[in-house]
């Protein structure tokens, strides 16, 4: 059976990928590039680092990087977070996960400071056993440095951990890294046959609690080779 749960946050266990999207908008609009939200939209699990390069063609290092990369947690911070709100179901989830005692850890592109904020409006920071975030890895989702770092964190074999996330970055960073994914819908955008990489689907936390006897915690899959 899996001993260790891998979770995304963005668009898994809080509603924010549509605010990270605007935010990068607006941040790029401030500095005098504008890009559509069509464009943003379907990066929006990737980090900084991976983002940046695609919509801009600049390094998230270089000094016109740096200065978007502010603005854009400025105006996450003032515009947004305020107003997300968690994915259904993502708390009783967790607690439910707890009680099965599965150890939980985040794997996130986002920022240290923002996957805290995100982690409290989903009232989640209790259930976890530690966090890690683009601040811990060299490269960003769908690269495996996360995961990597977050299967660490576990004290697991990849062979006794999933992950469960939102995007195909998700998923692709997992299967790189030897783990499978349960995907789940509620980040939006992606349709199942962007996610059908994934060991099974979900609509939202909730959705995968009610099913919860006759998922993947109850099947667990064949060990994969990283």
């Known amino acids: 059976m899996y001993r260790a749960v ?4 963005d668009g898994t266990l809080v509603d924010s990928n549509d605010a990270h999207a605007w935010a990068w908008i607006q941040a790029l609009a401030e500095g005098g590039r504008h890009v559509d939200f ?5 990066l929006i699990g990737k980090g900084g680092d991976k983002l940046l390069p695609e919509l801009a063609g600049i390094s998230i290092e270089s000094p016109e990087g740096q200065a978007i990369g502010d603005a854009r947690r400025r105006i996450l911070q003032r515009d947004f977070i305020p ?18 005692r ?11 400071s923002e996957v805290r904020d995100l982690l409290r409006i989903a009232g989640a920071v209790r ?11 060299d490269r960003s989702k769908p690269d495996p440095d996360i995961v990597h770092a977050a299967l ?9 951990a999933i992950m469960i996330g939102d995007t195909p ?47 993947p915690f109850k099947r667990p899959l064949p060990v994969r080779s990283a």
Do not use: K
């Open 127 to 137: 259930f976890f056993d530690a966090t890690t975030s683009s601040d811990e890895a």
């Open 169 to 215: 970055y998700d998923i692709e960073a997992a299967d790189r890294a030897g783990i499978g994914t349960i995907a789940l819908r509620c980040g939006g955008w992606w349709s199942d046959g962007d996610l059908s990489r994934a060991v099974a689907i979900y609509a939202d936390p909730a959705d995968l609690l009610n099913h919860y006897d006759v998922s």
């Open 6 to 9: 891998i979770f995304d946050v």
């Open 38 to 42: 069509a464009r943003v939209r379907p």
């Open 152 to 160: 660490e964190r576990t004290g697991c074999r990849a062979s006794e």
């Open 102 to 112: 599965l150890t939980l850890v985040v794997a996130s592109s986002a920022e240290t």
């Open 83 to 100: 107003r997300i709100n968690a994915t259904r179901g993502a708390q009783q989830l967790l607690e439910w996960m707890r009680d099965e």
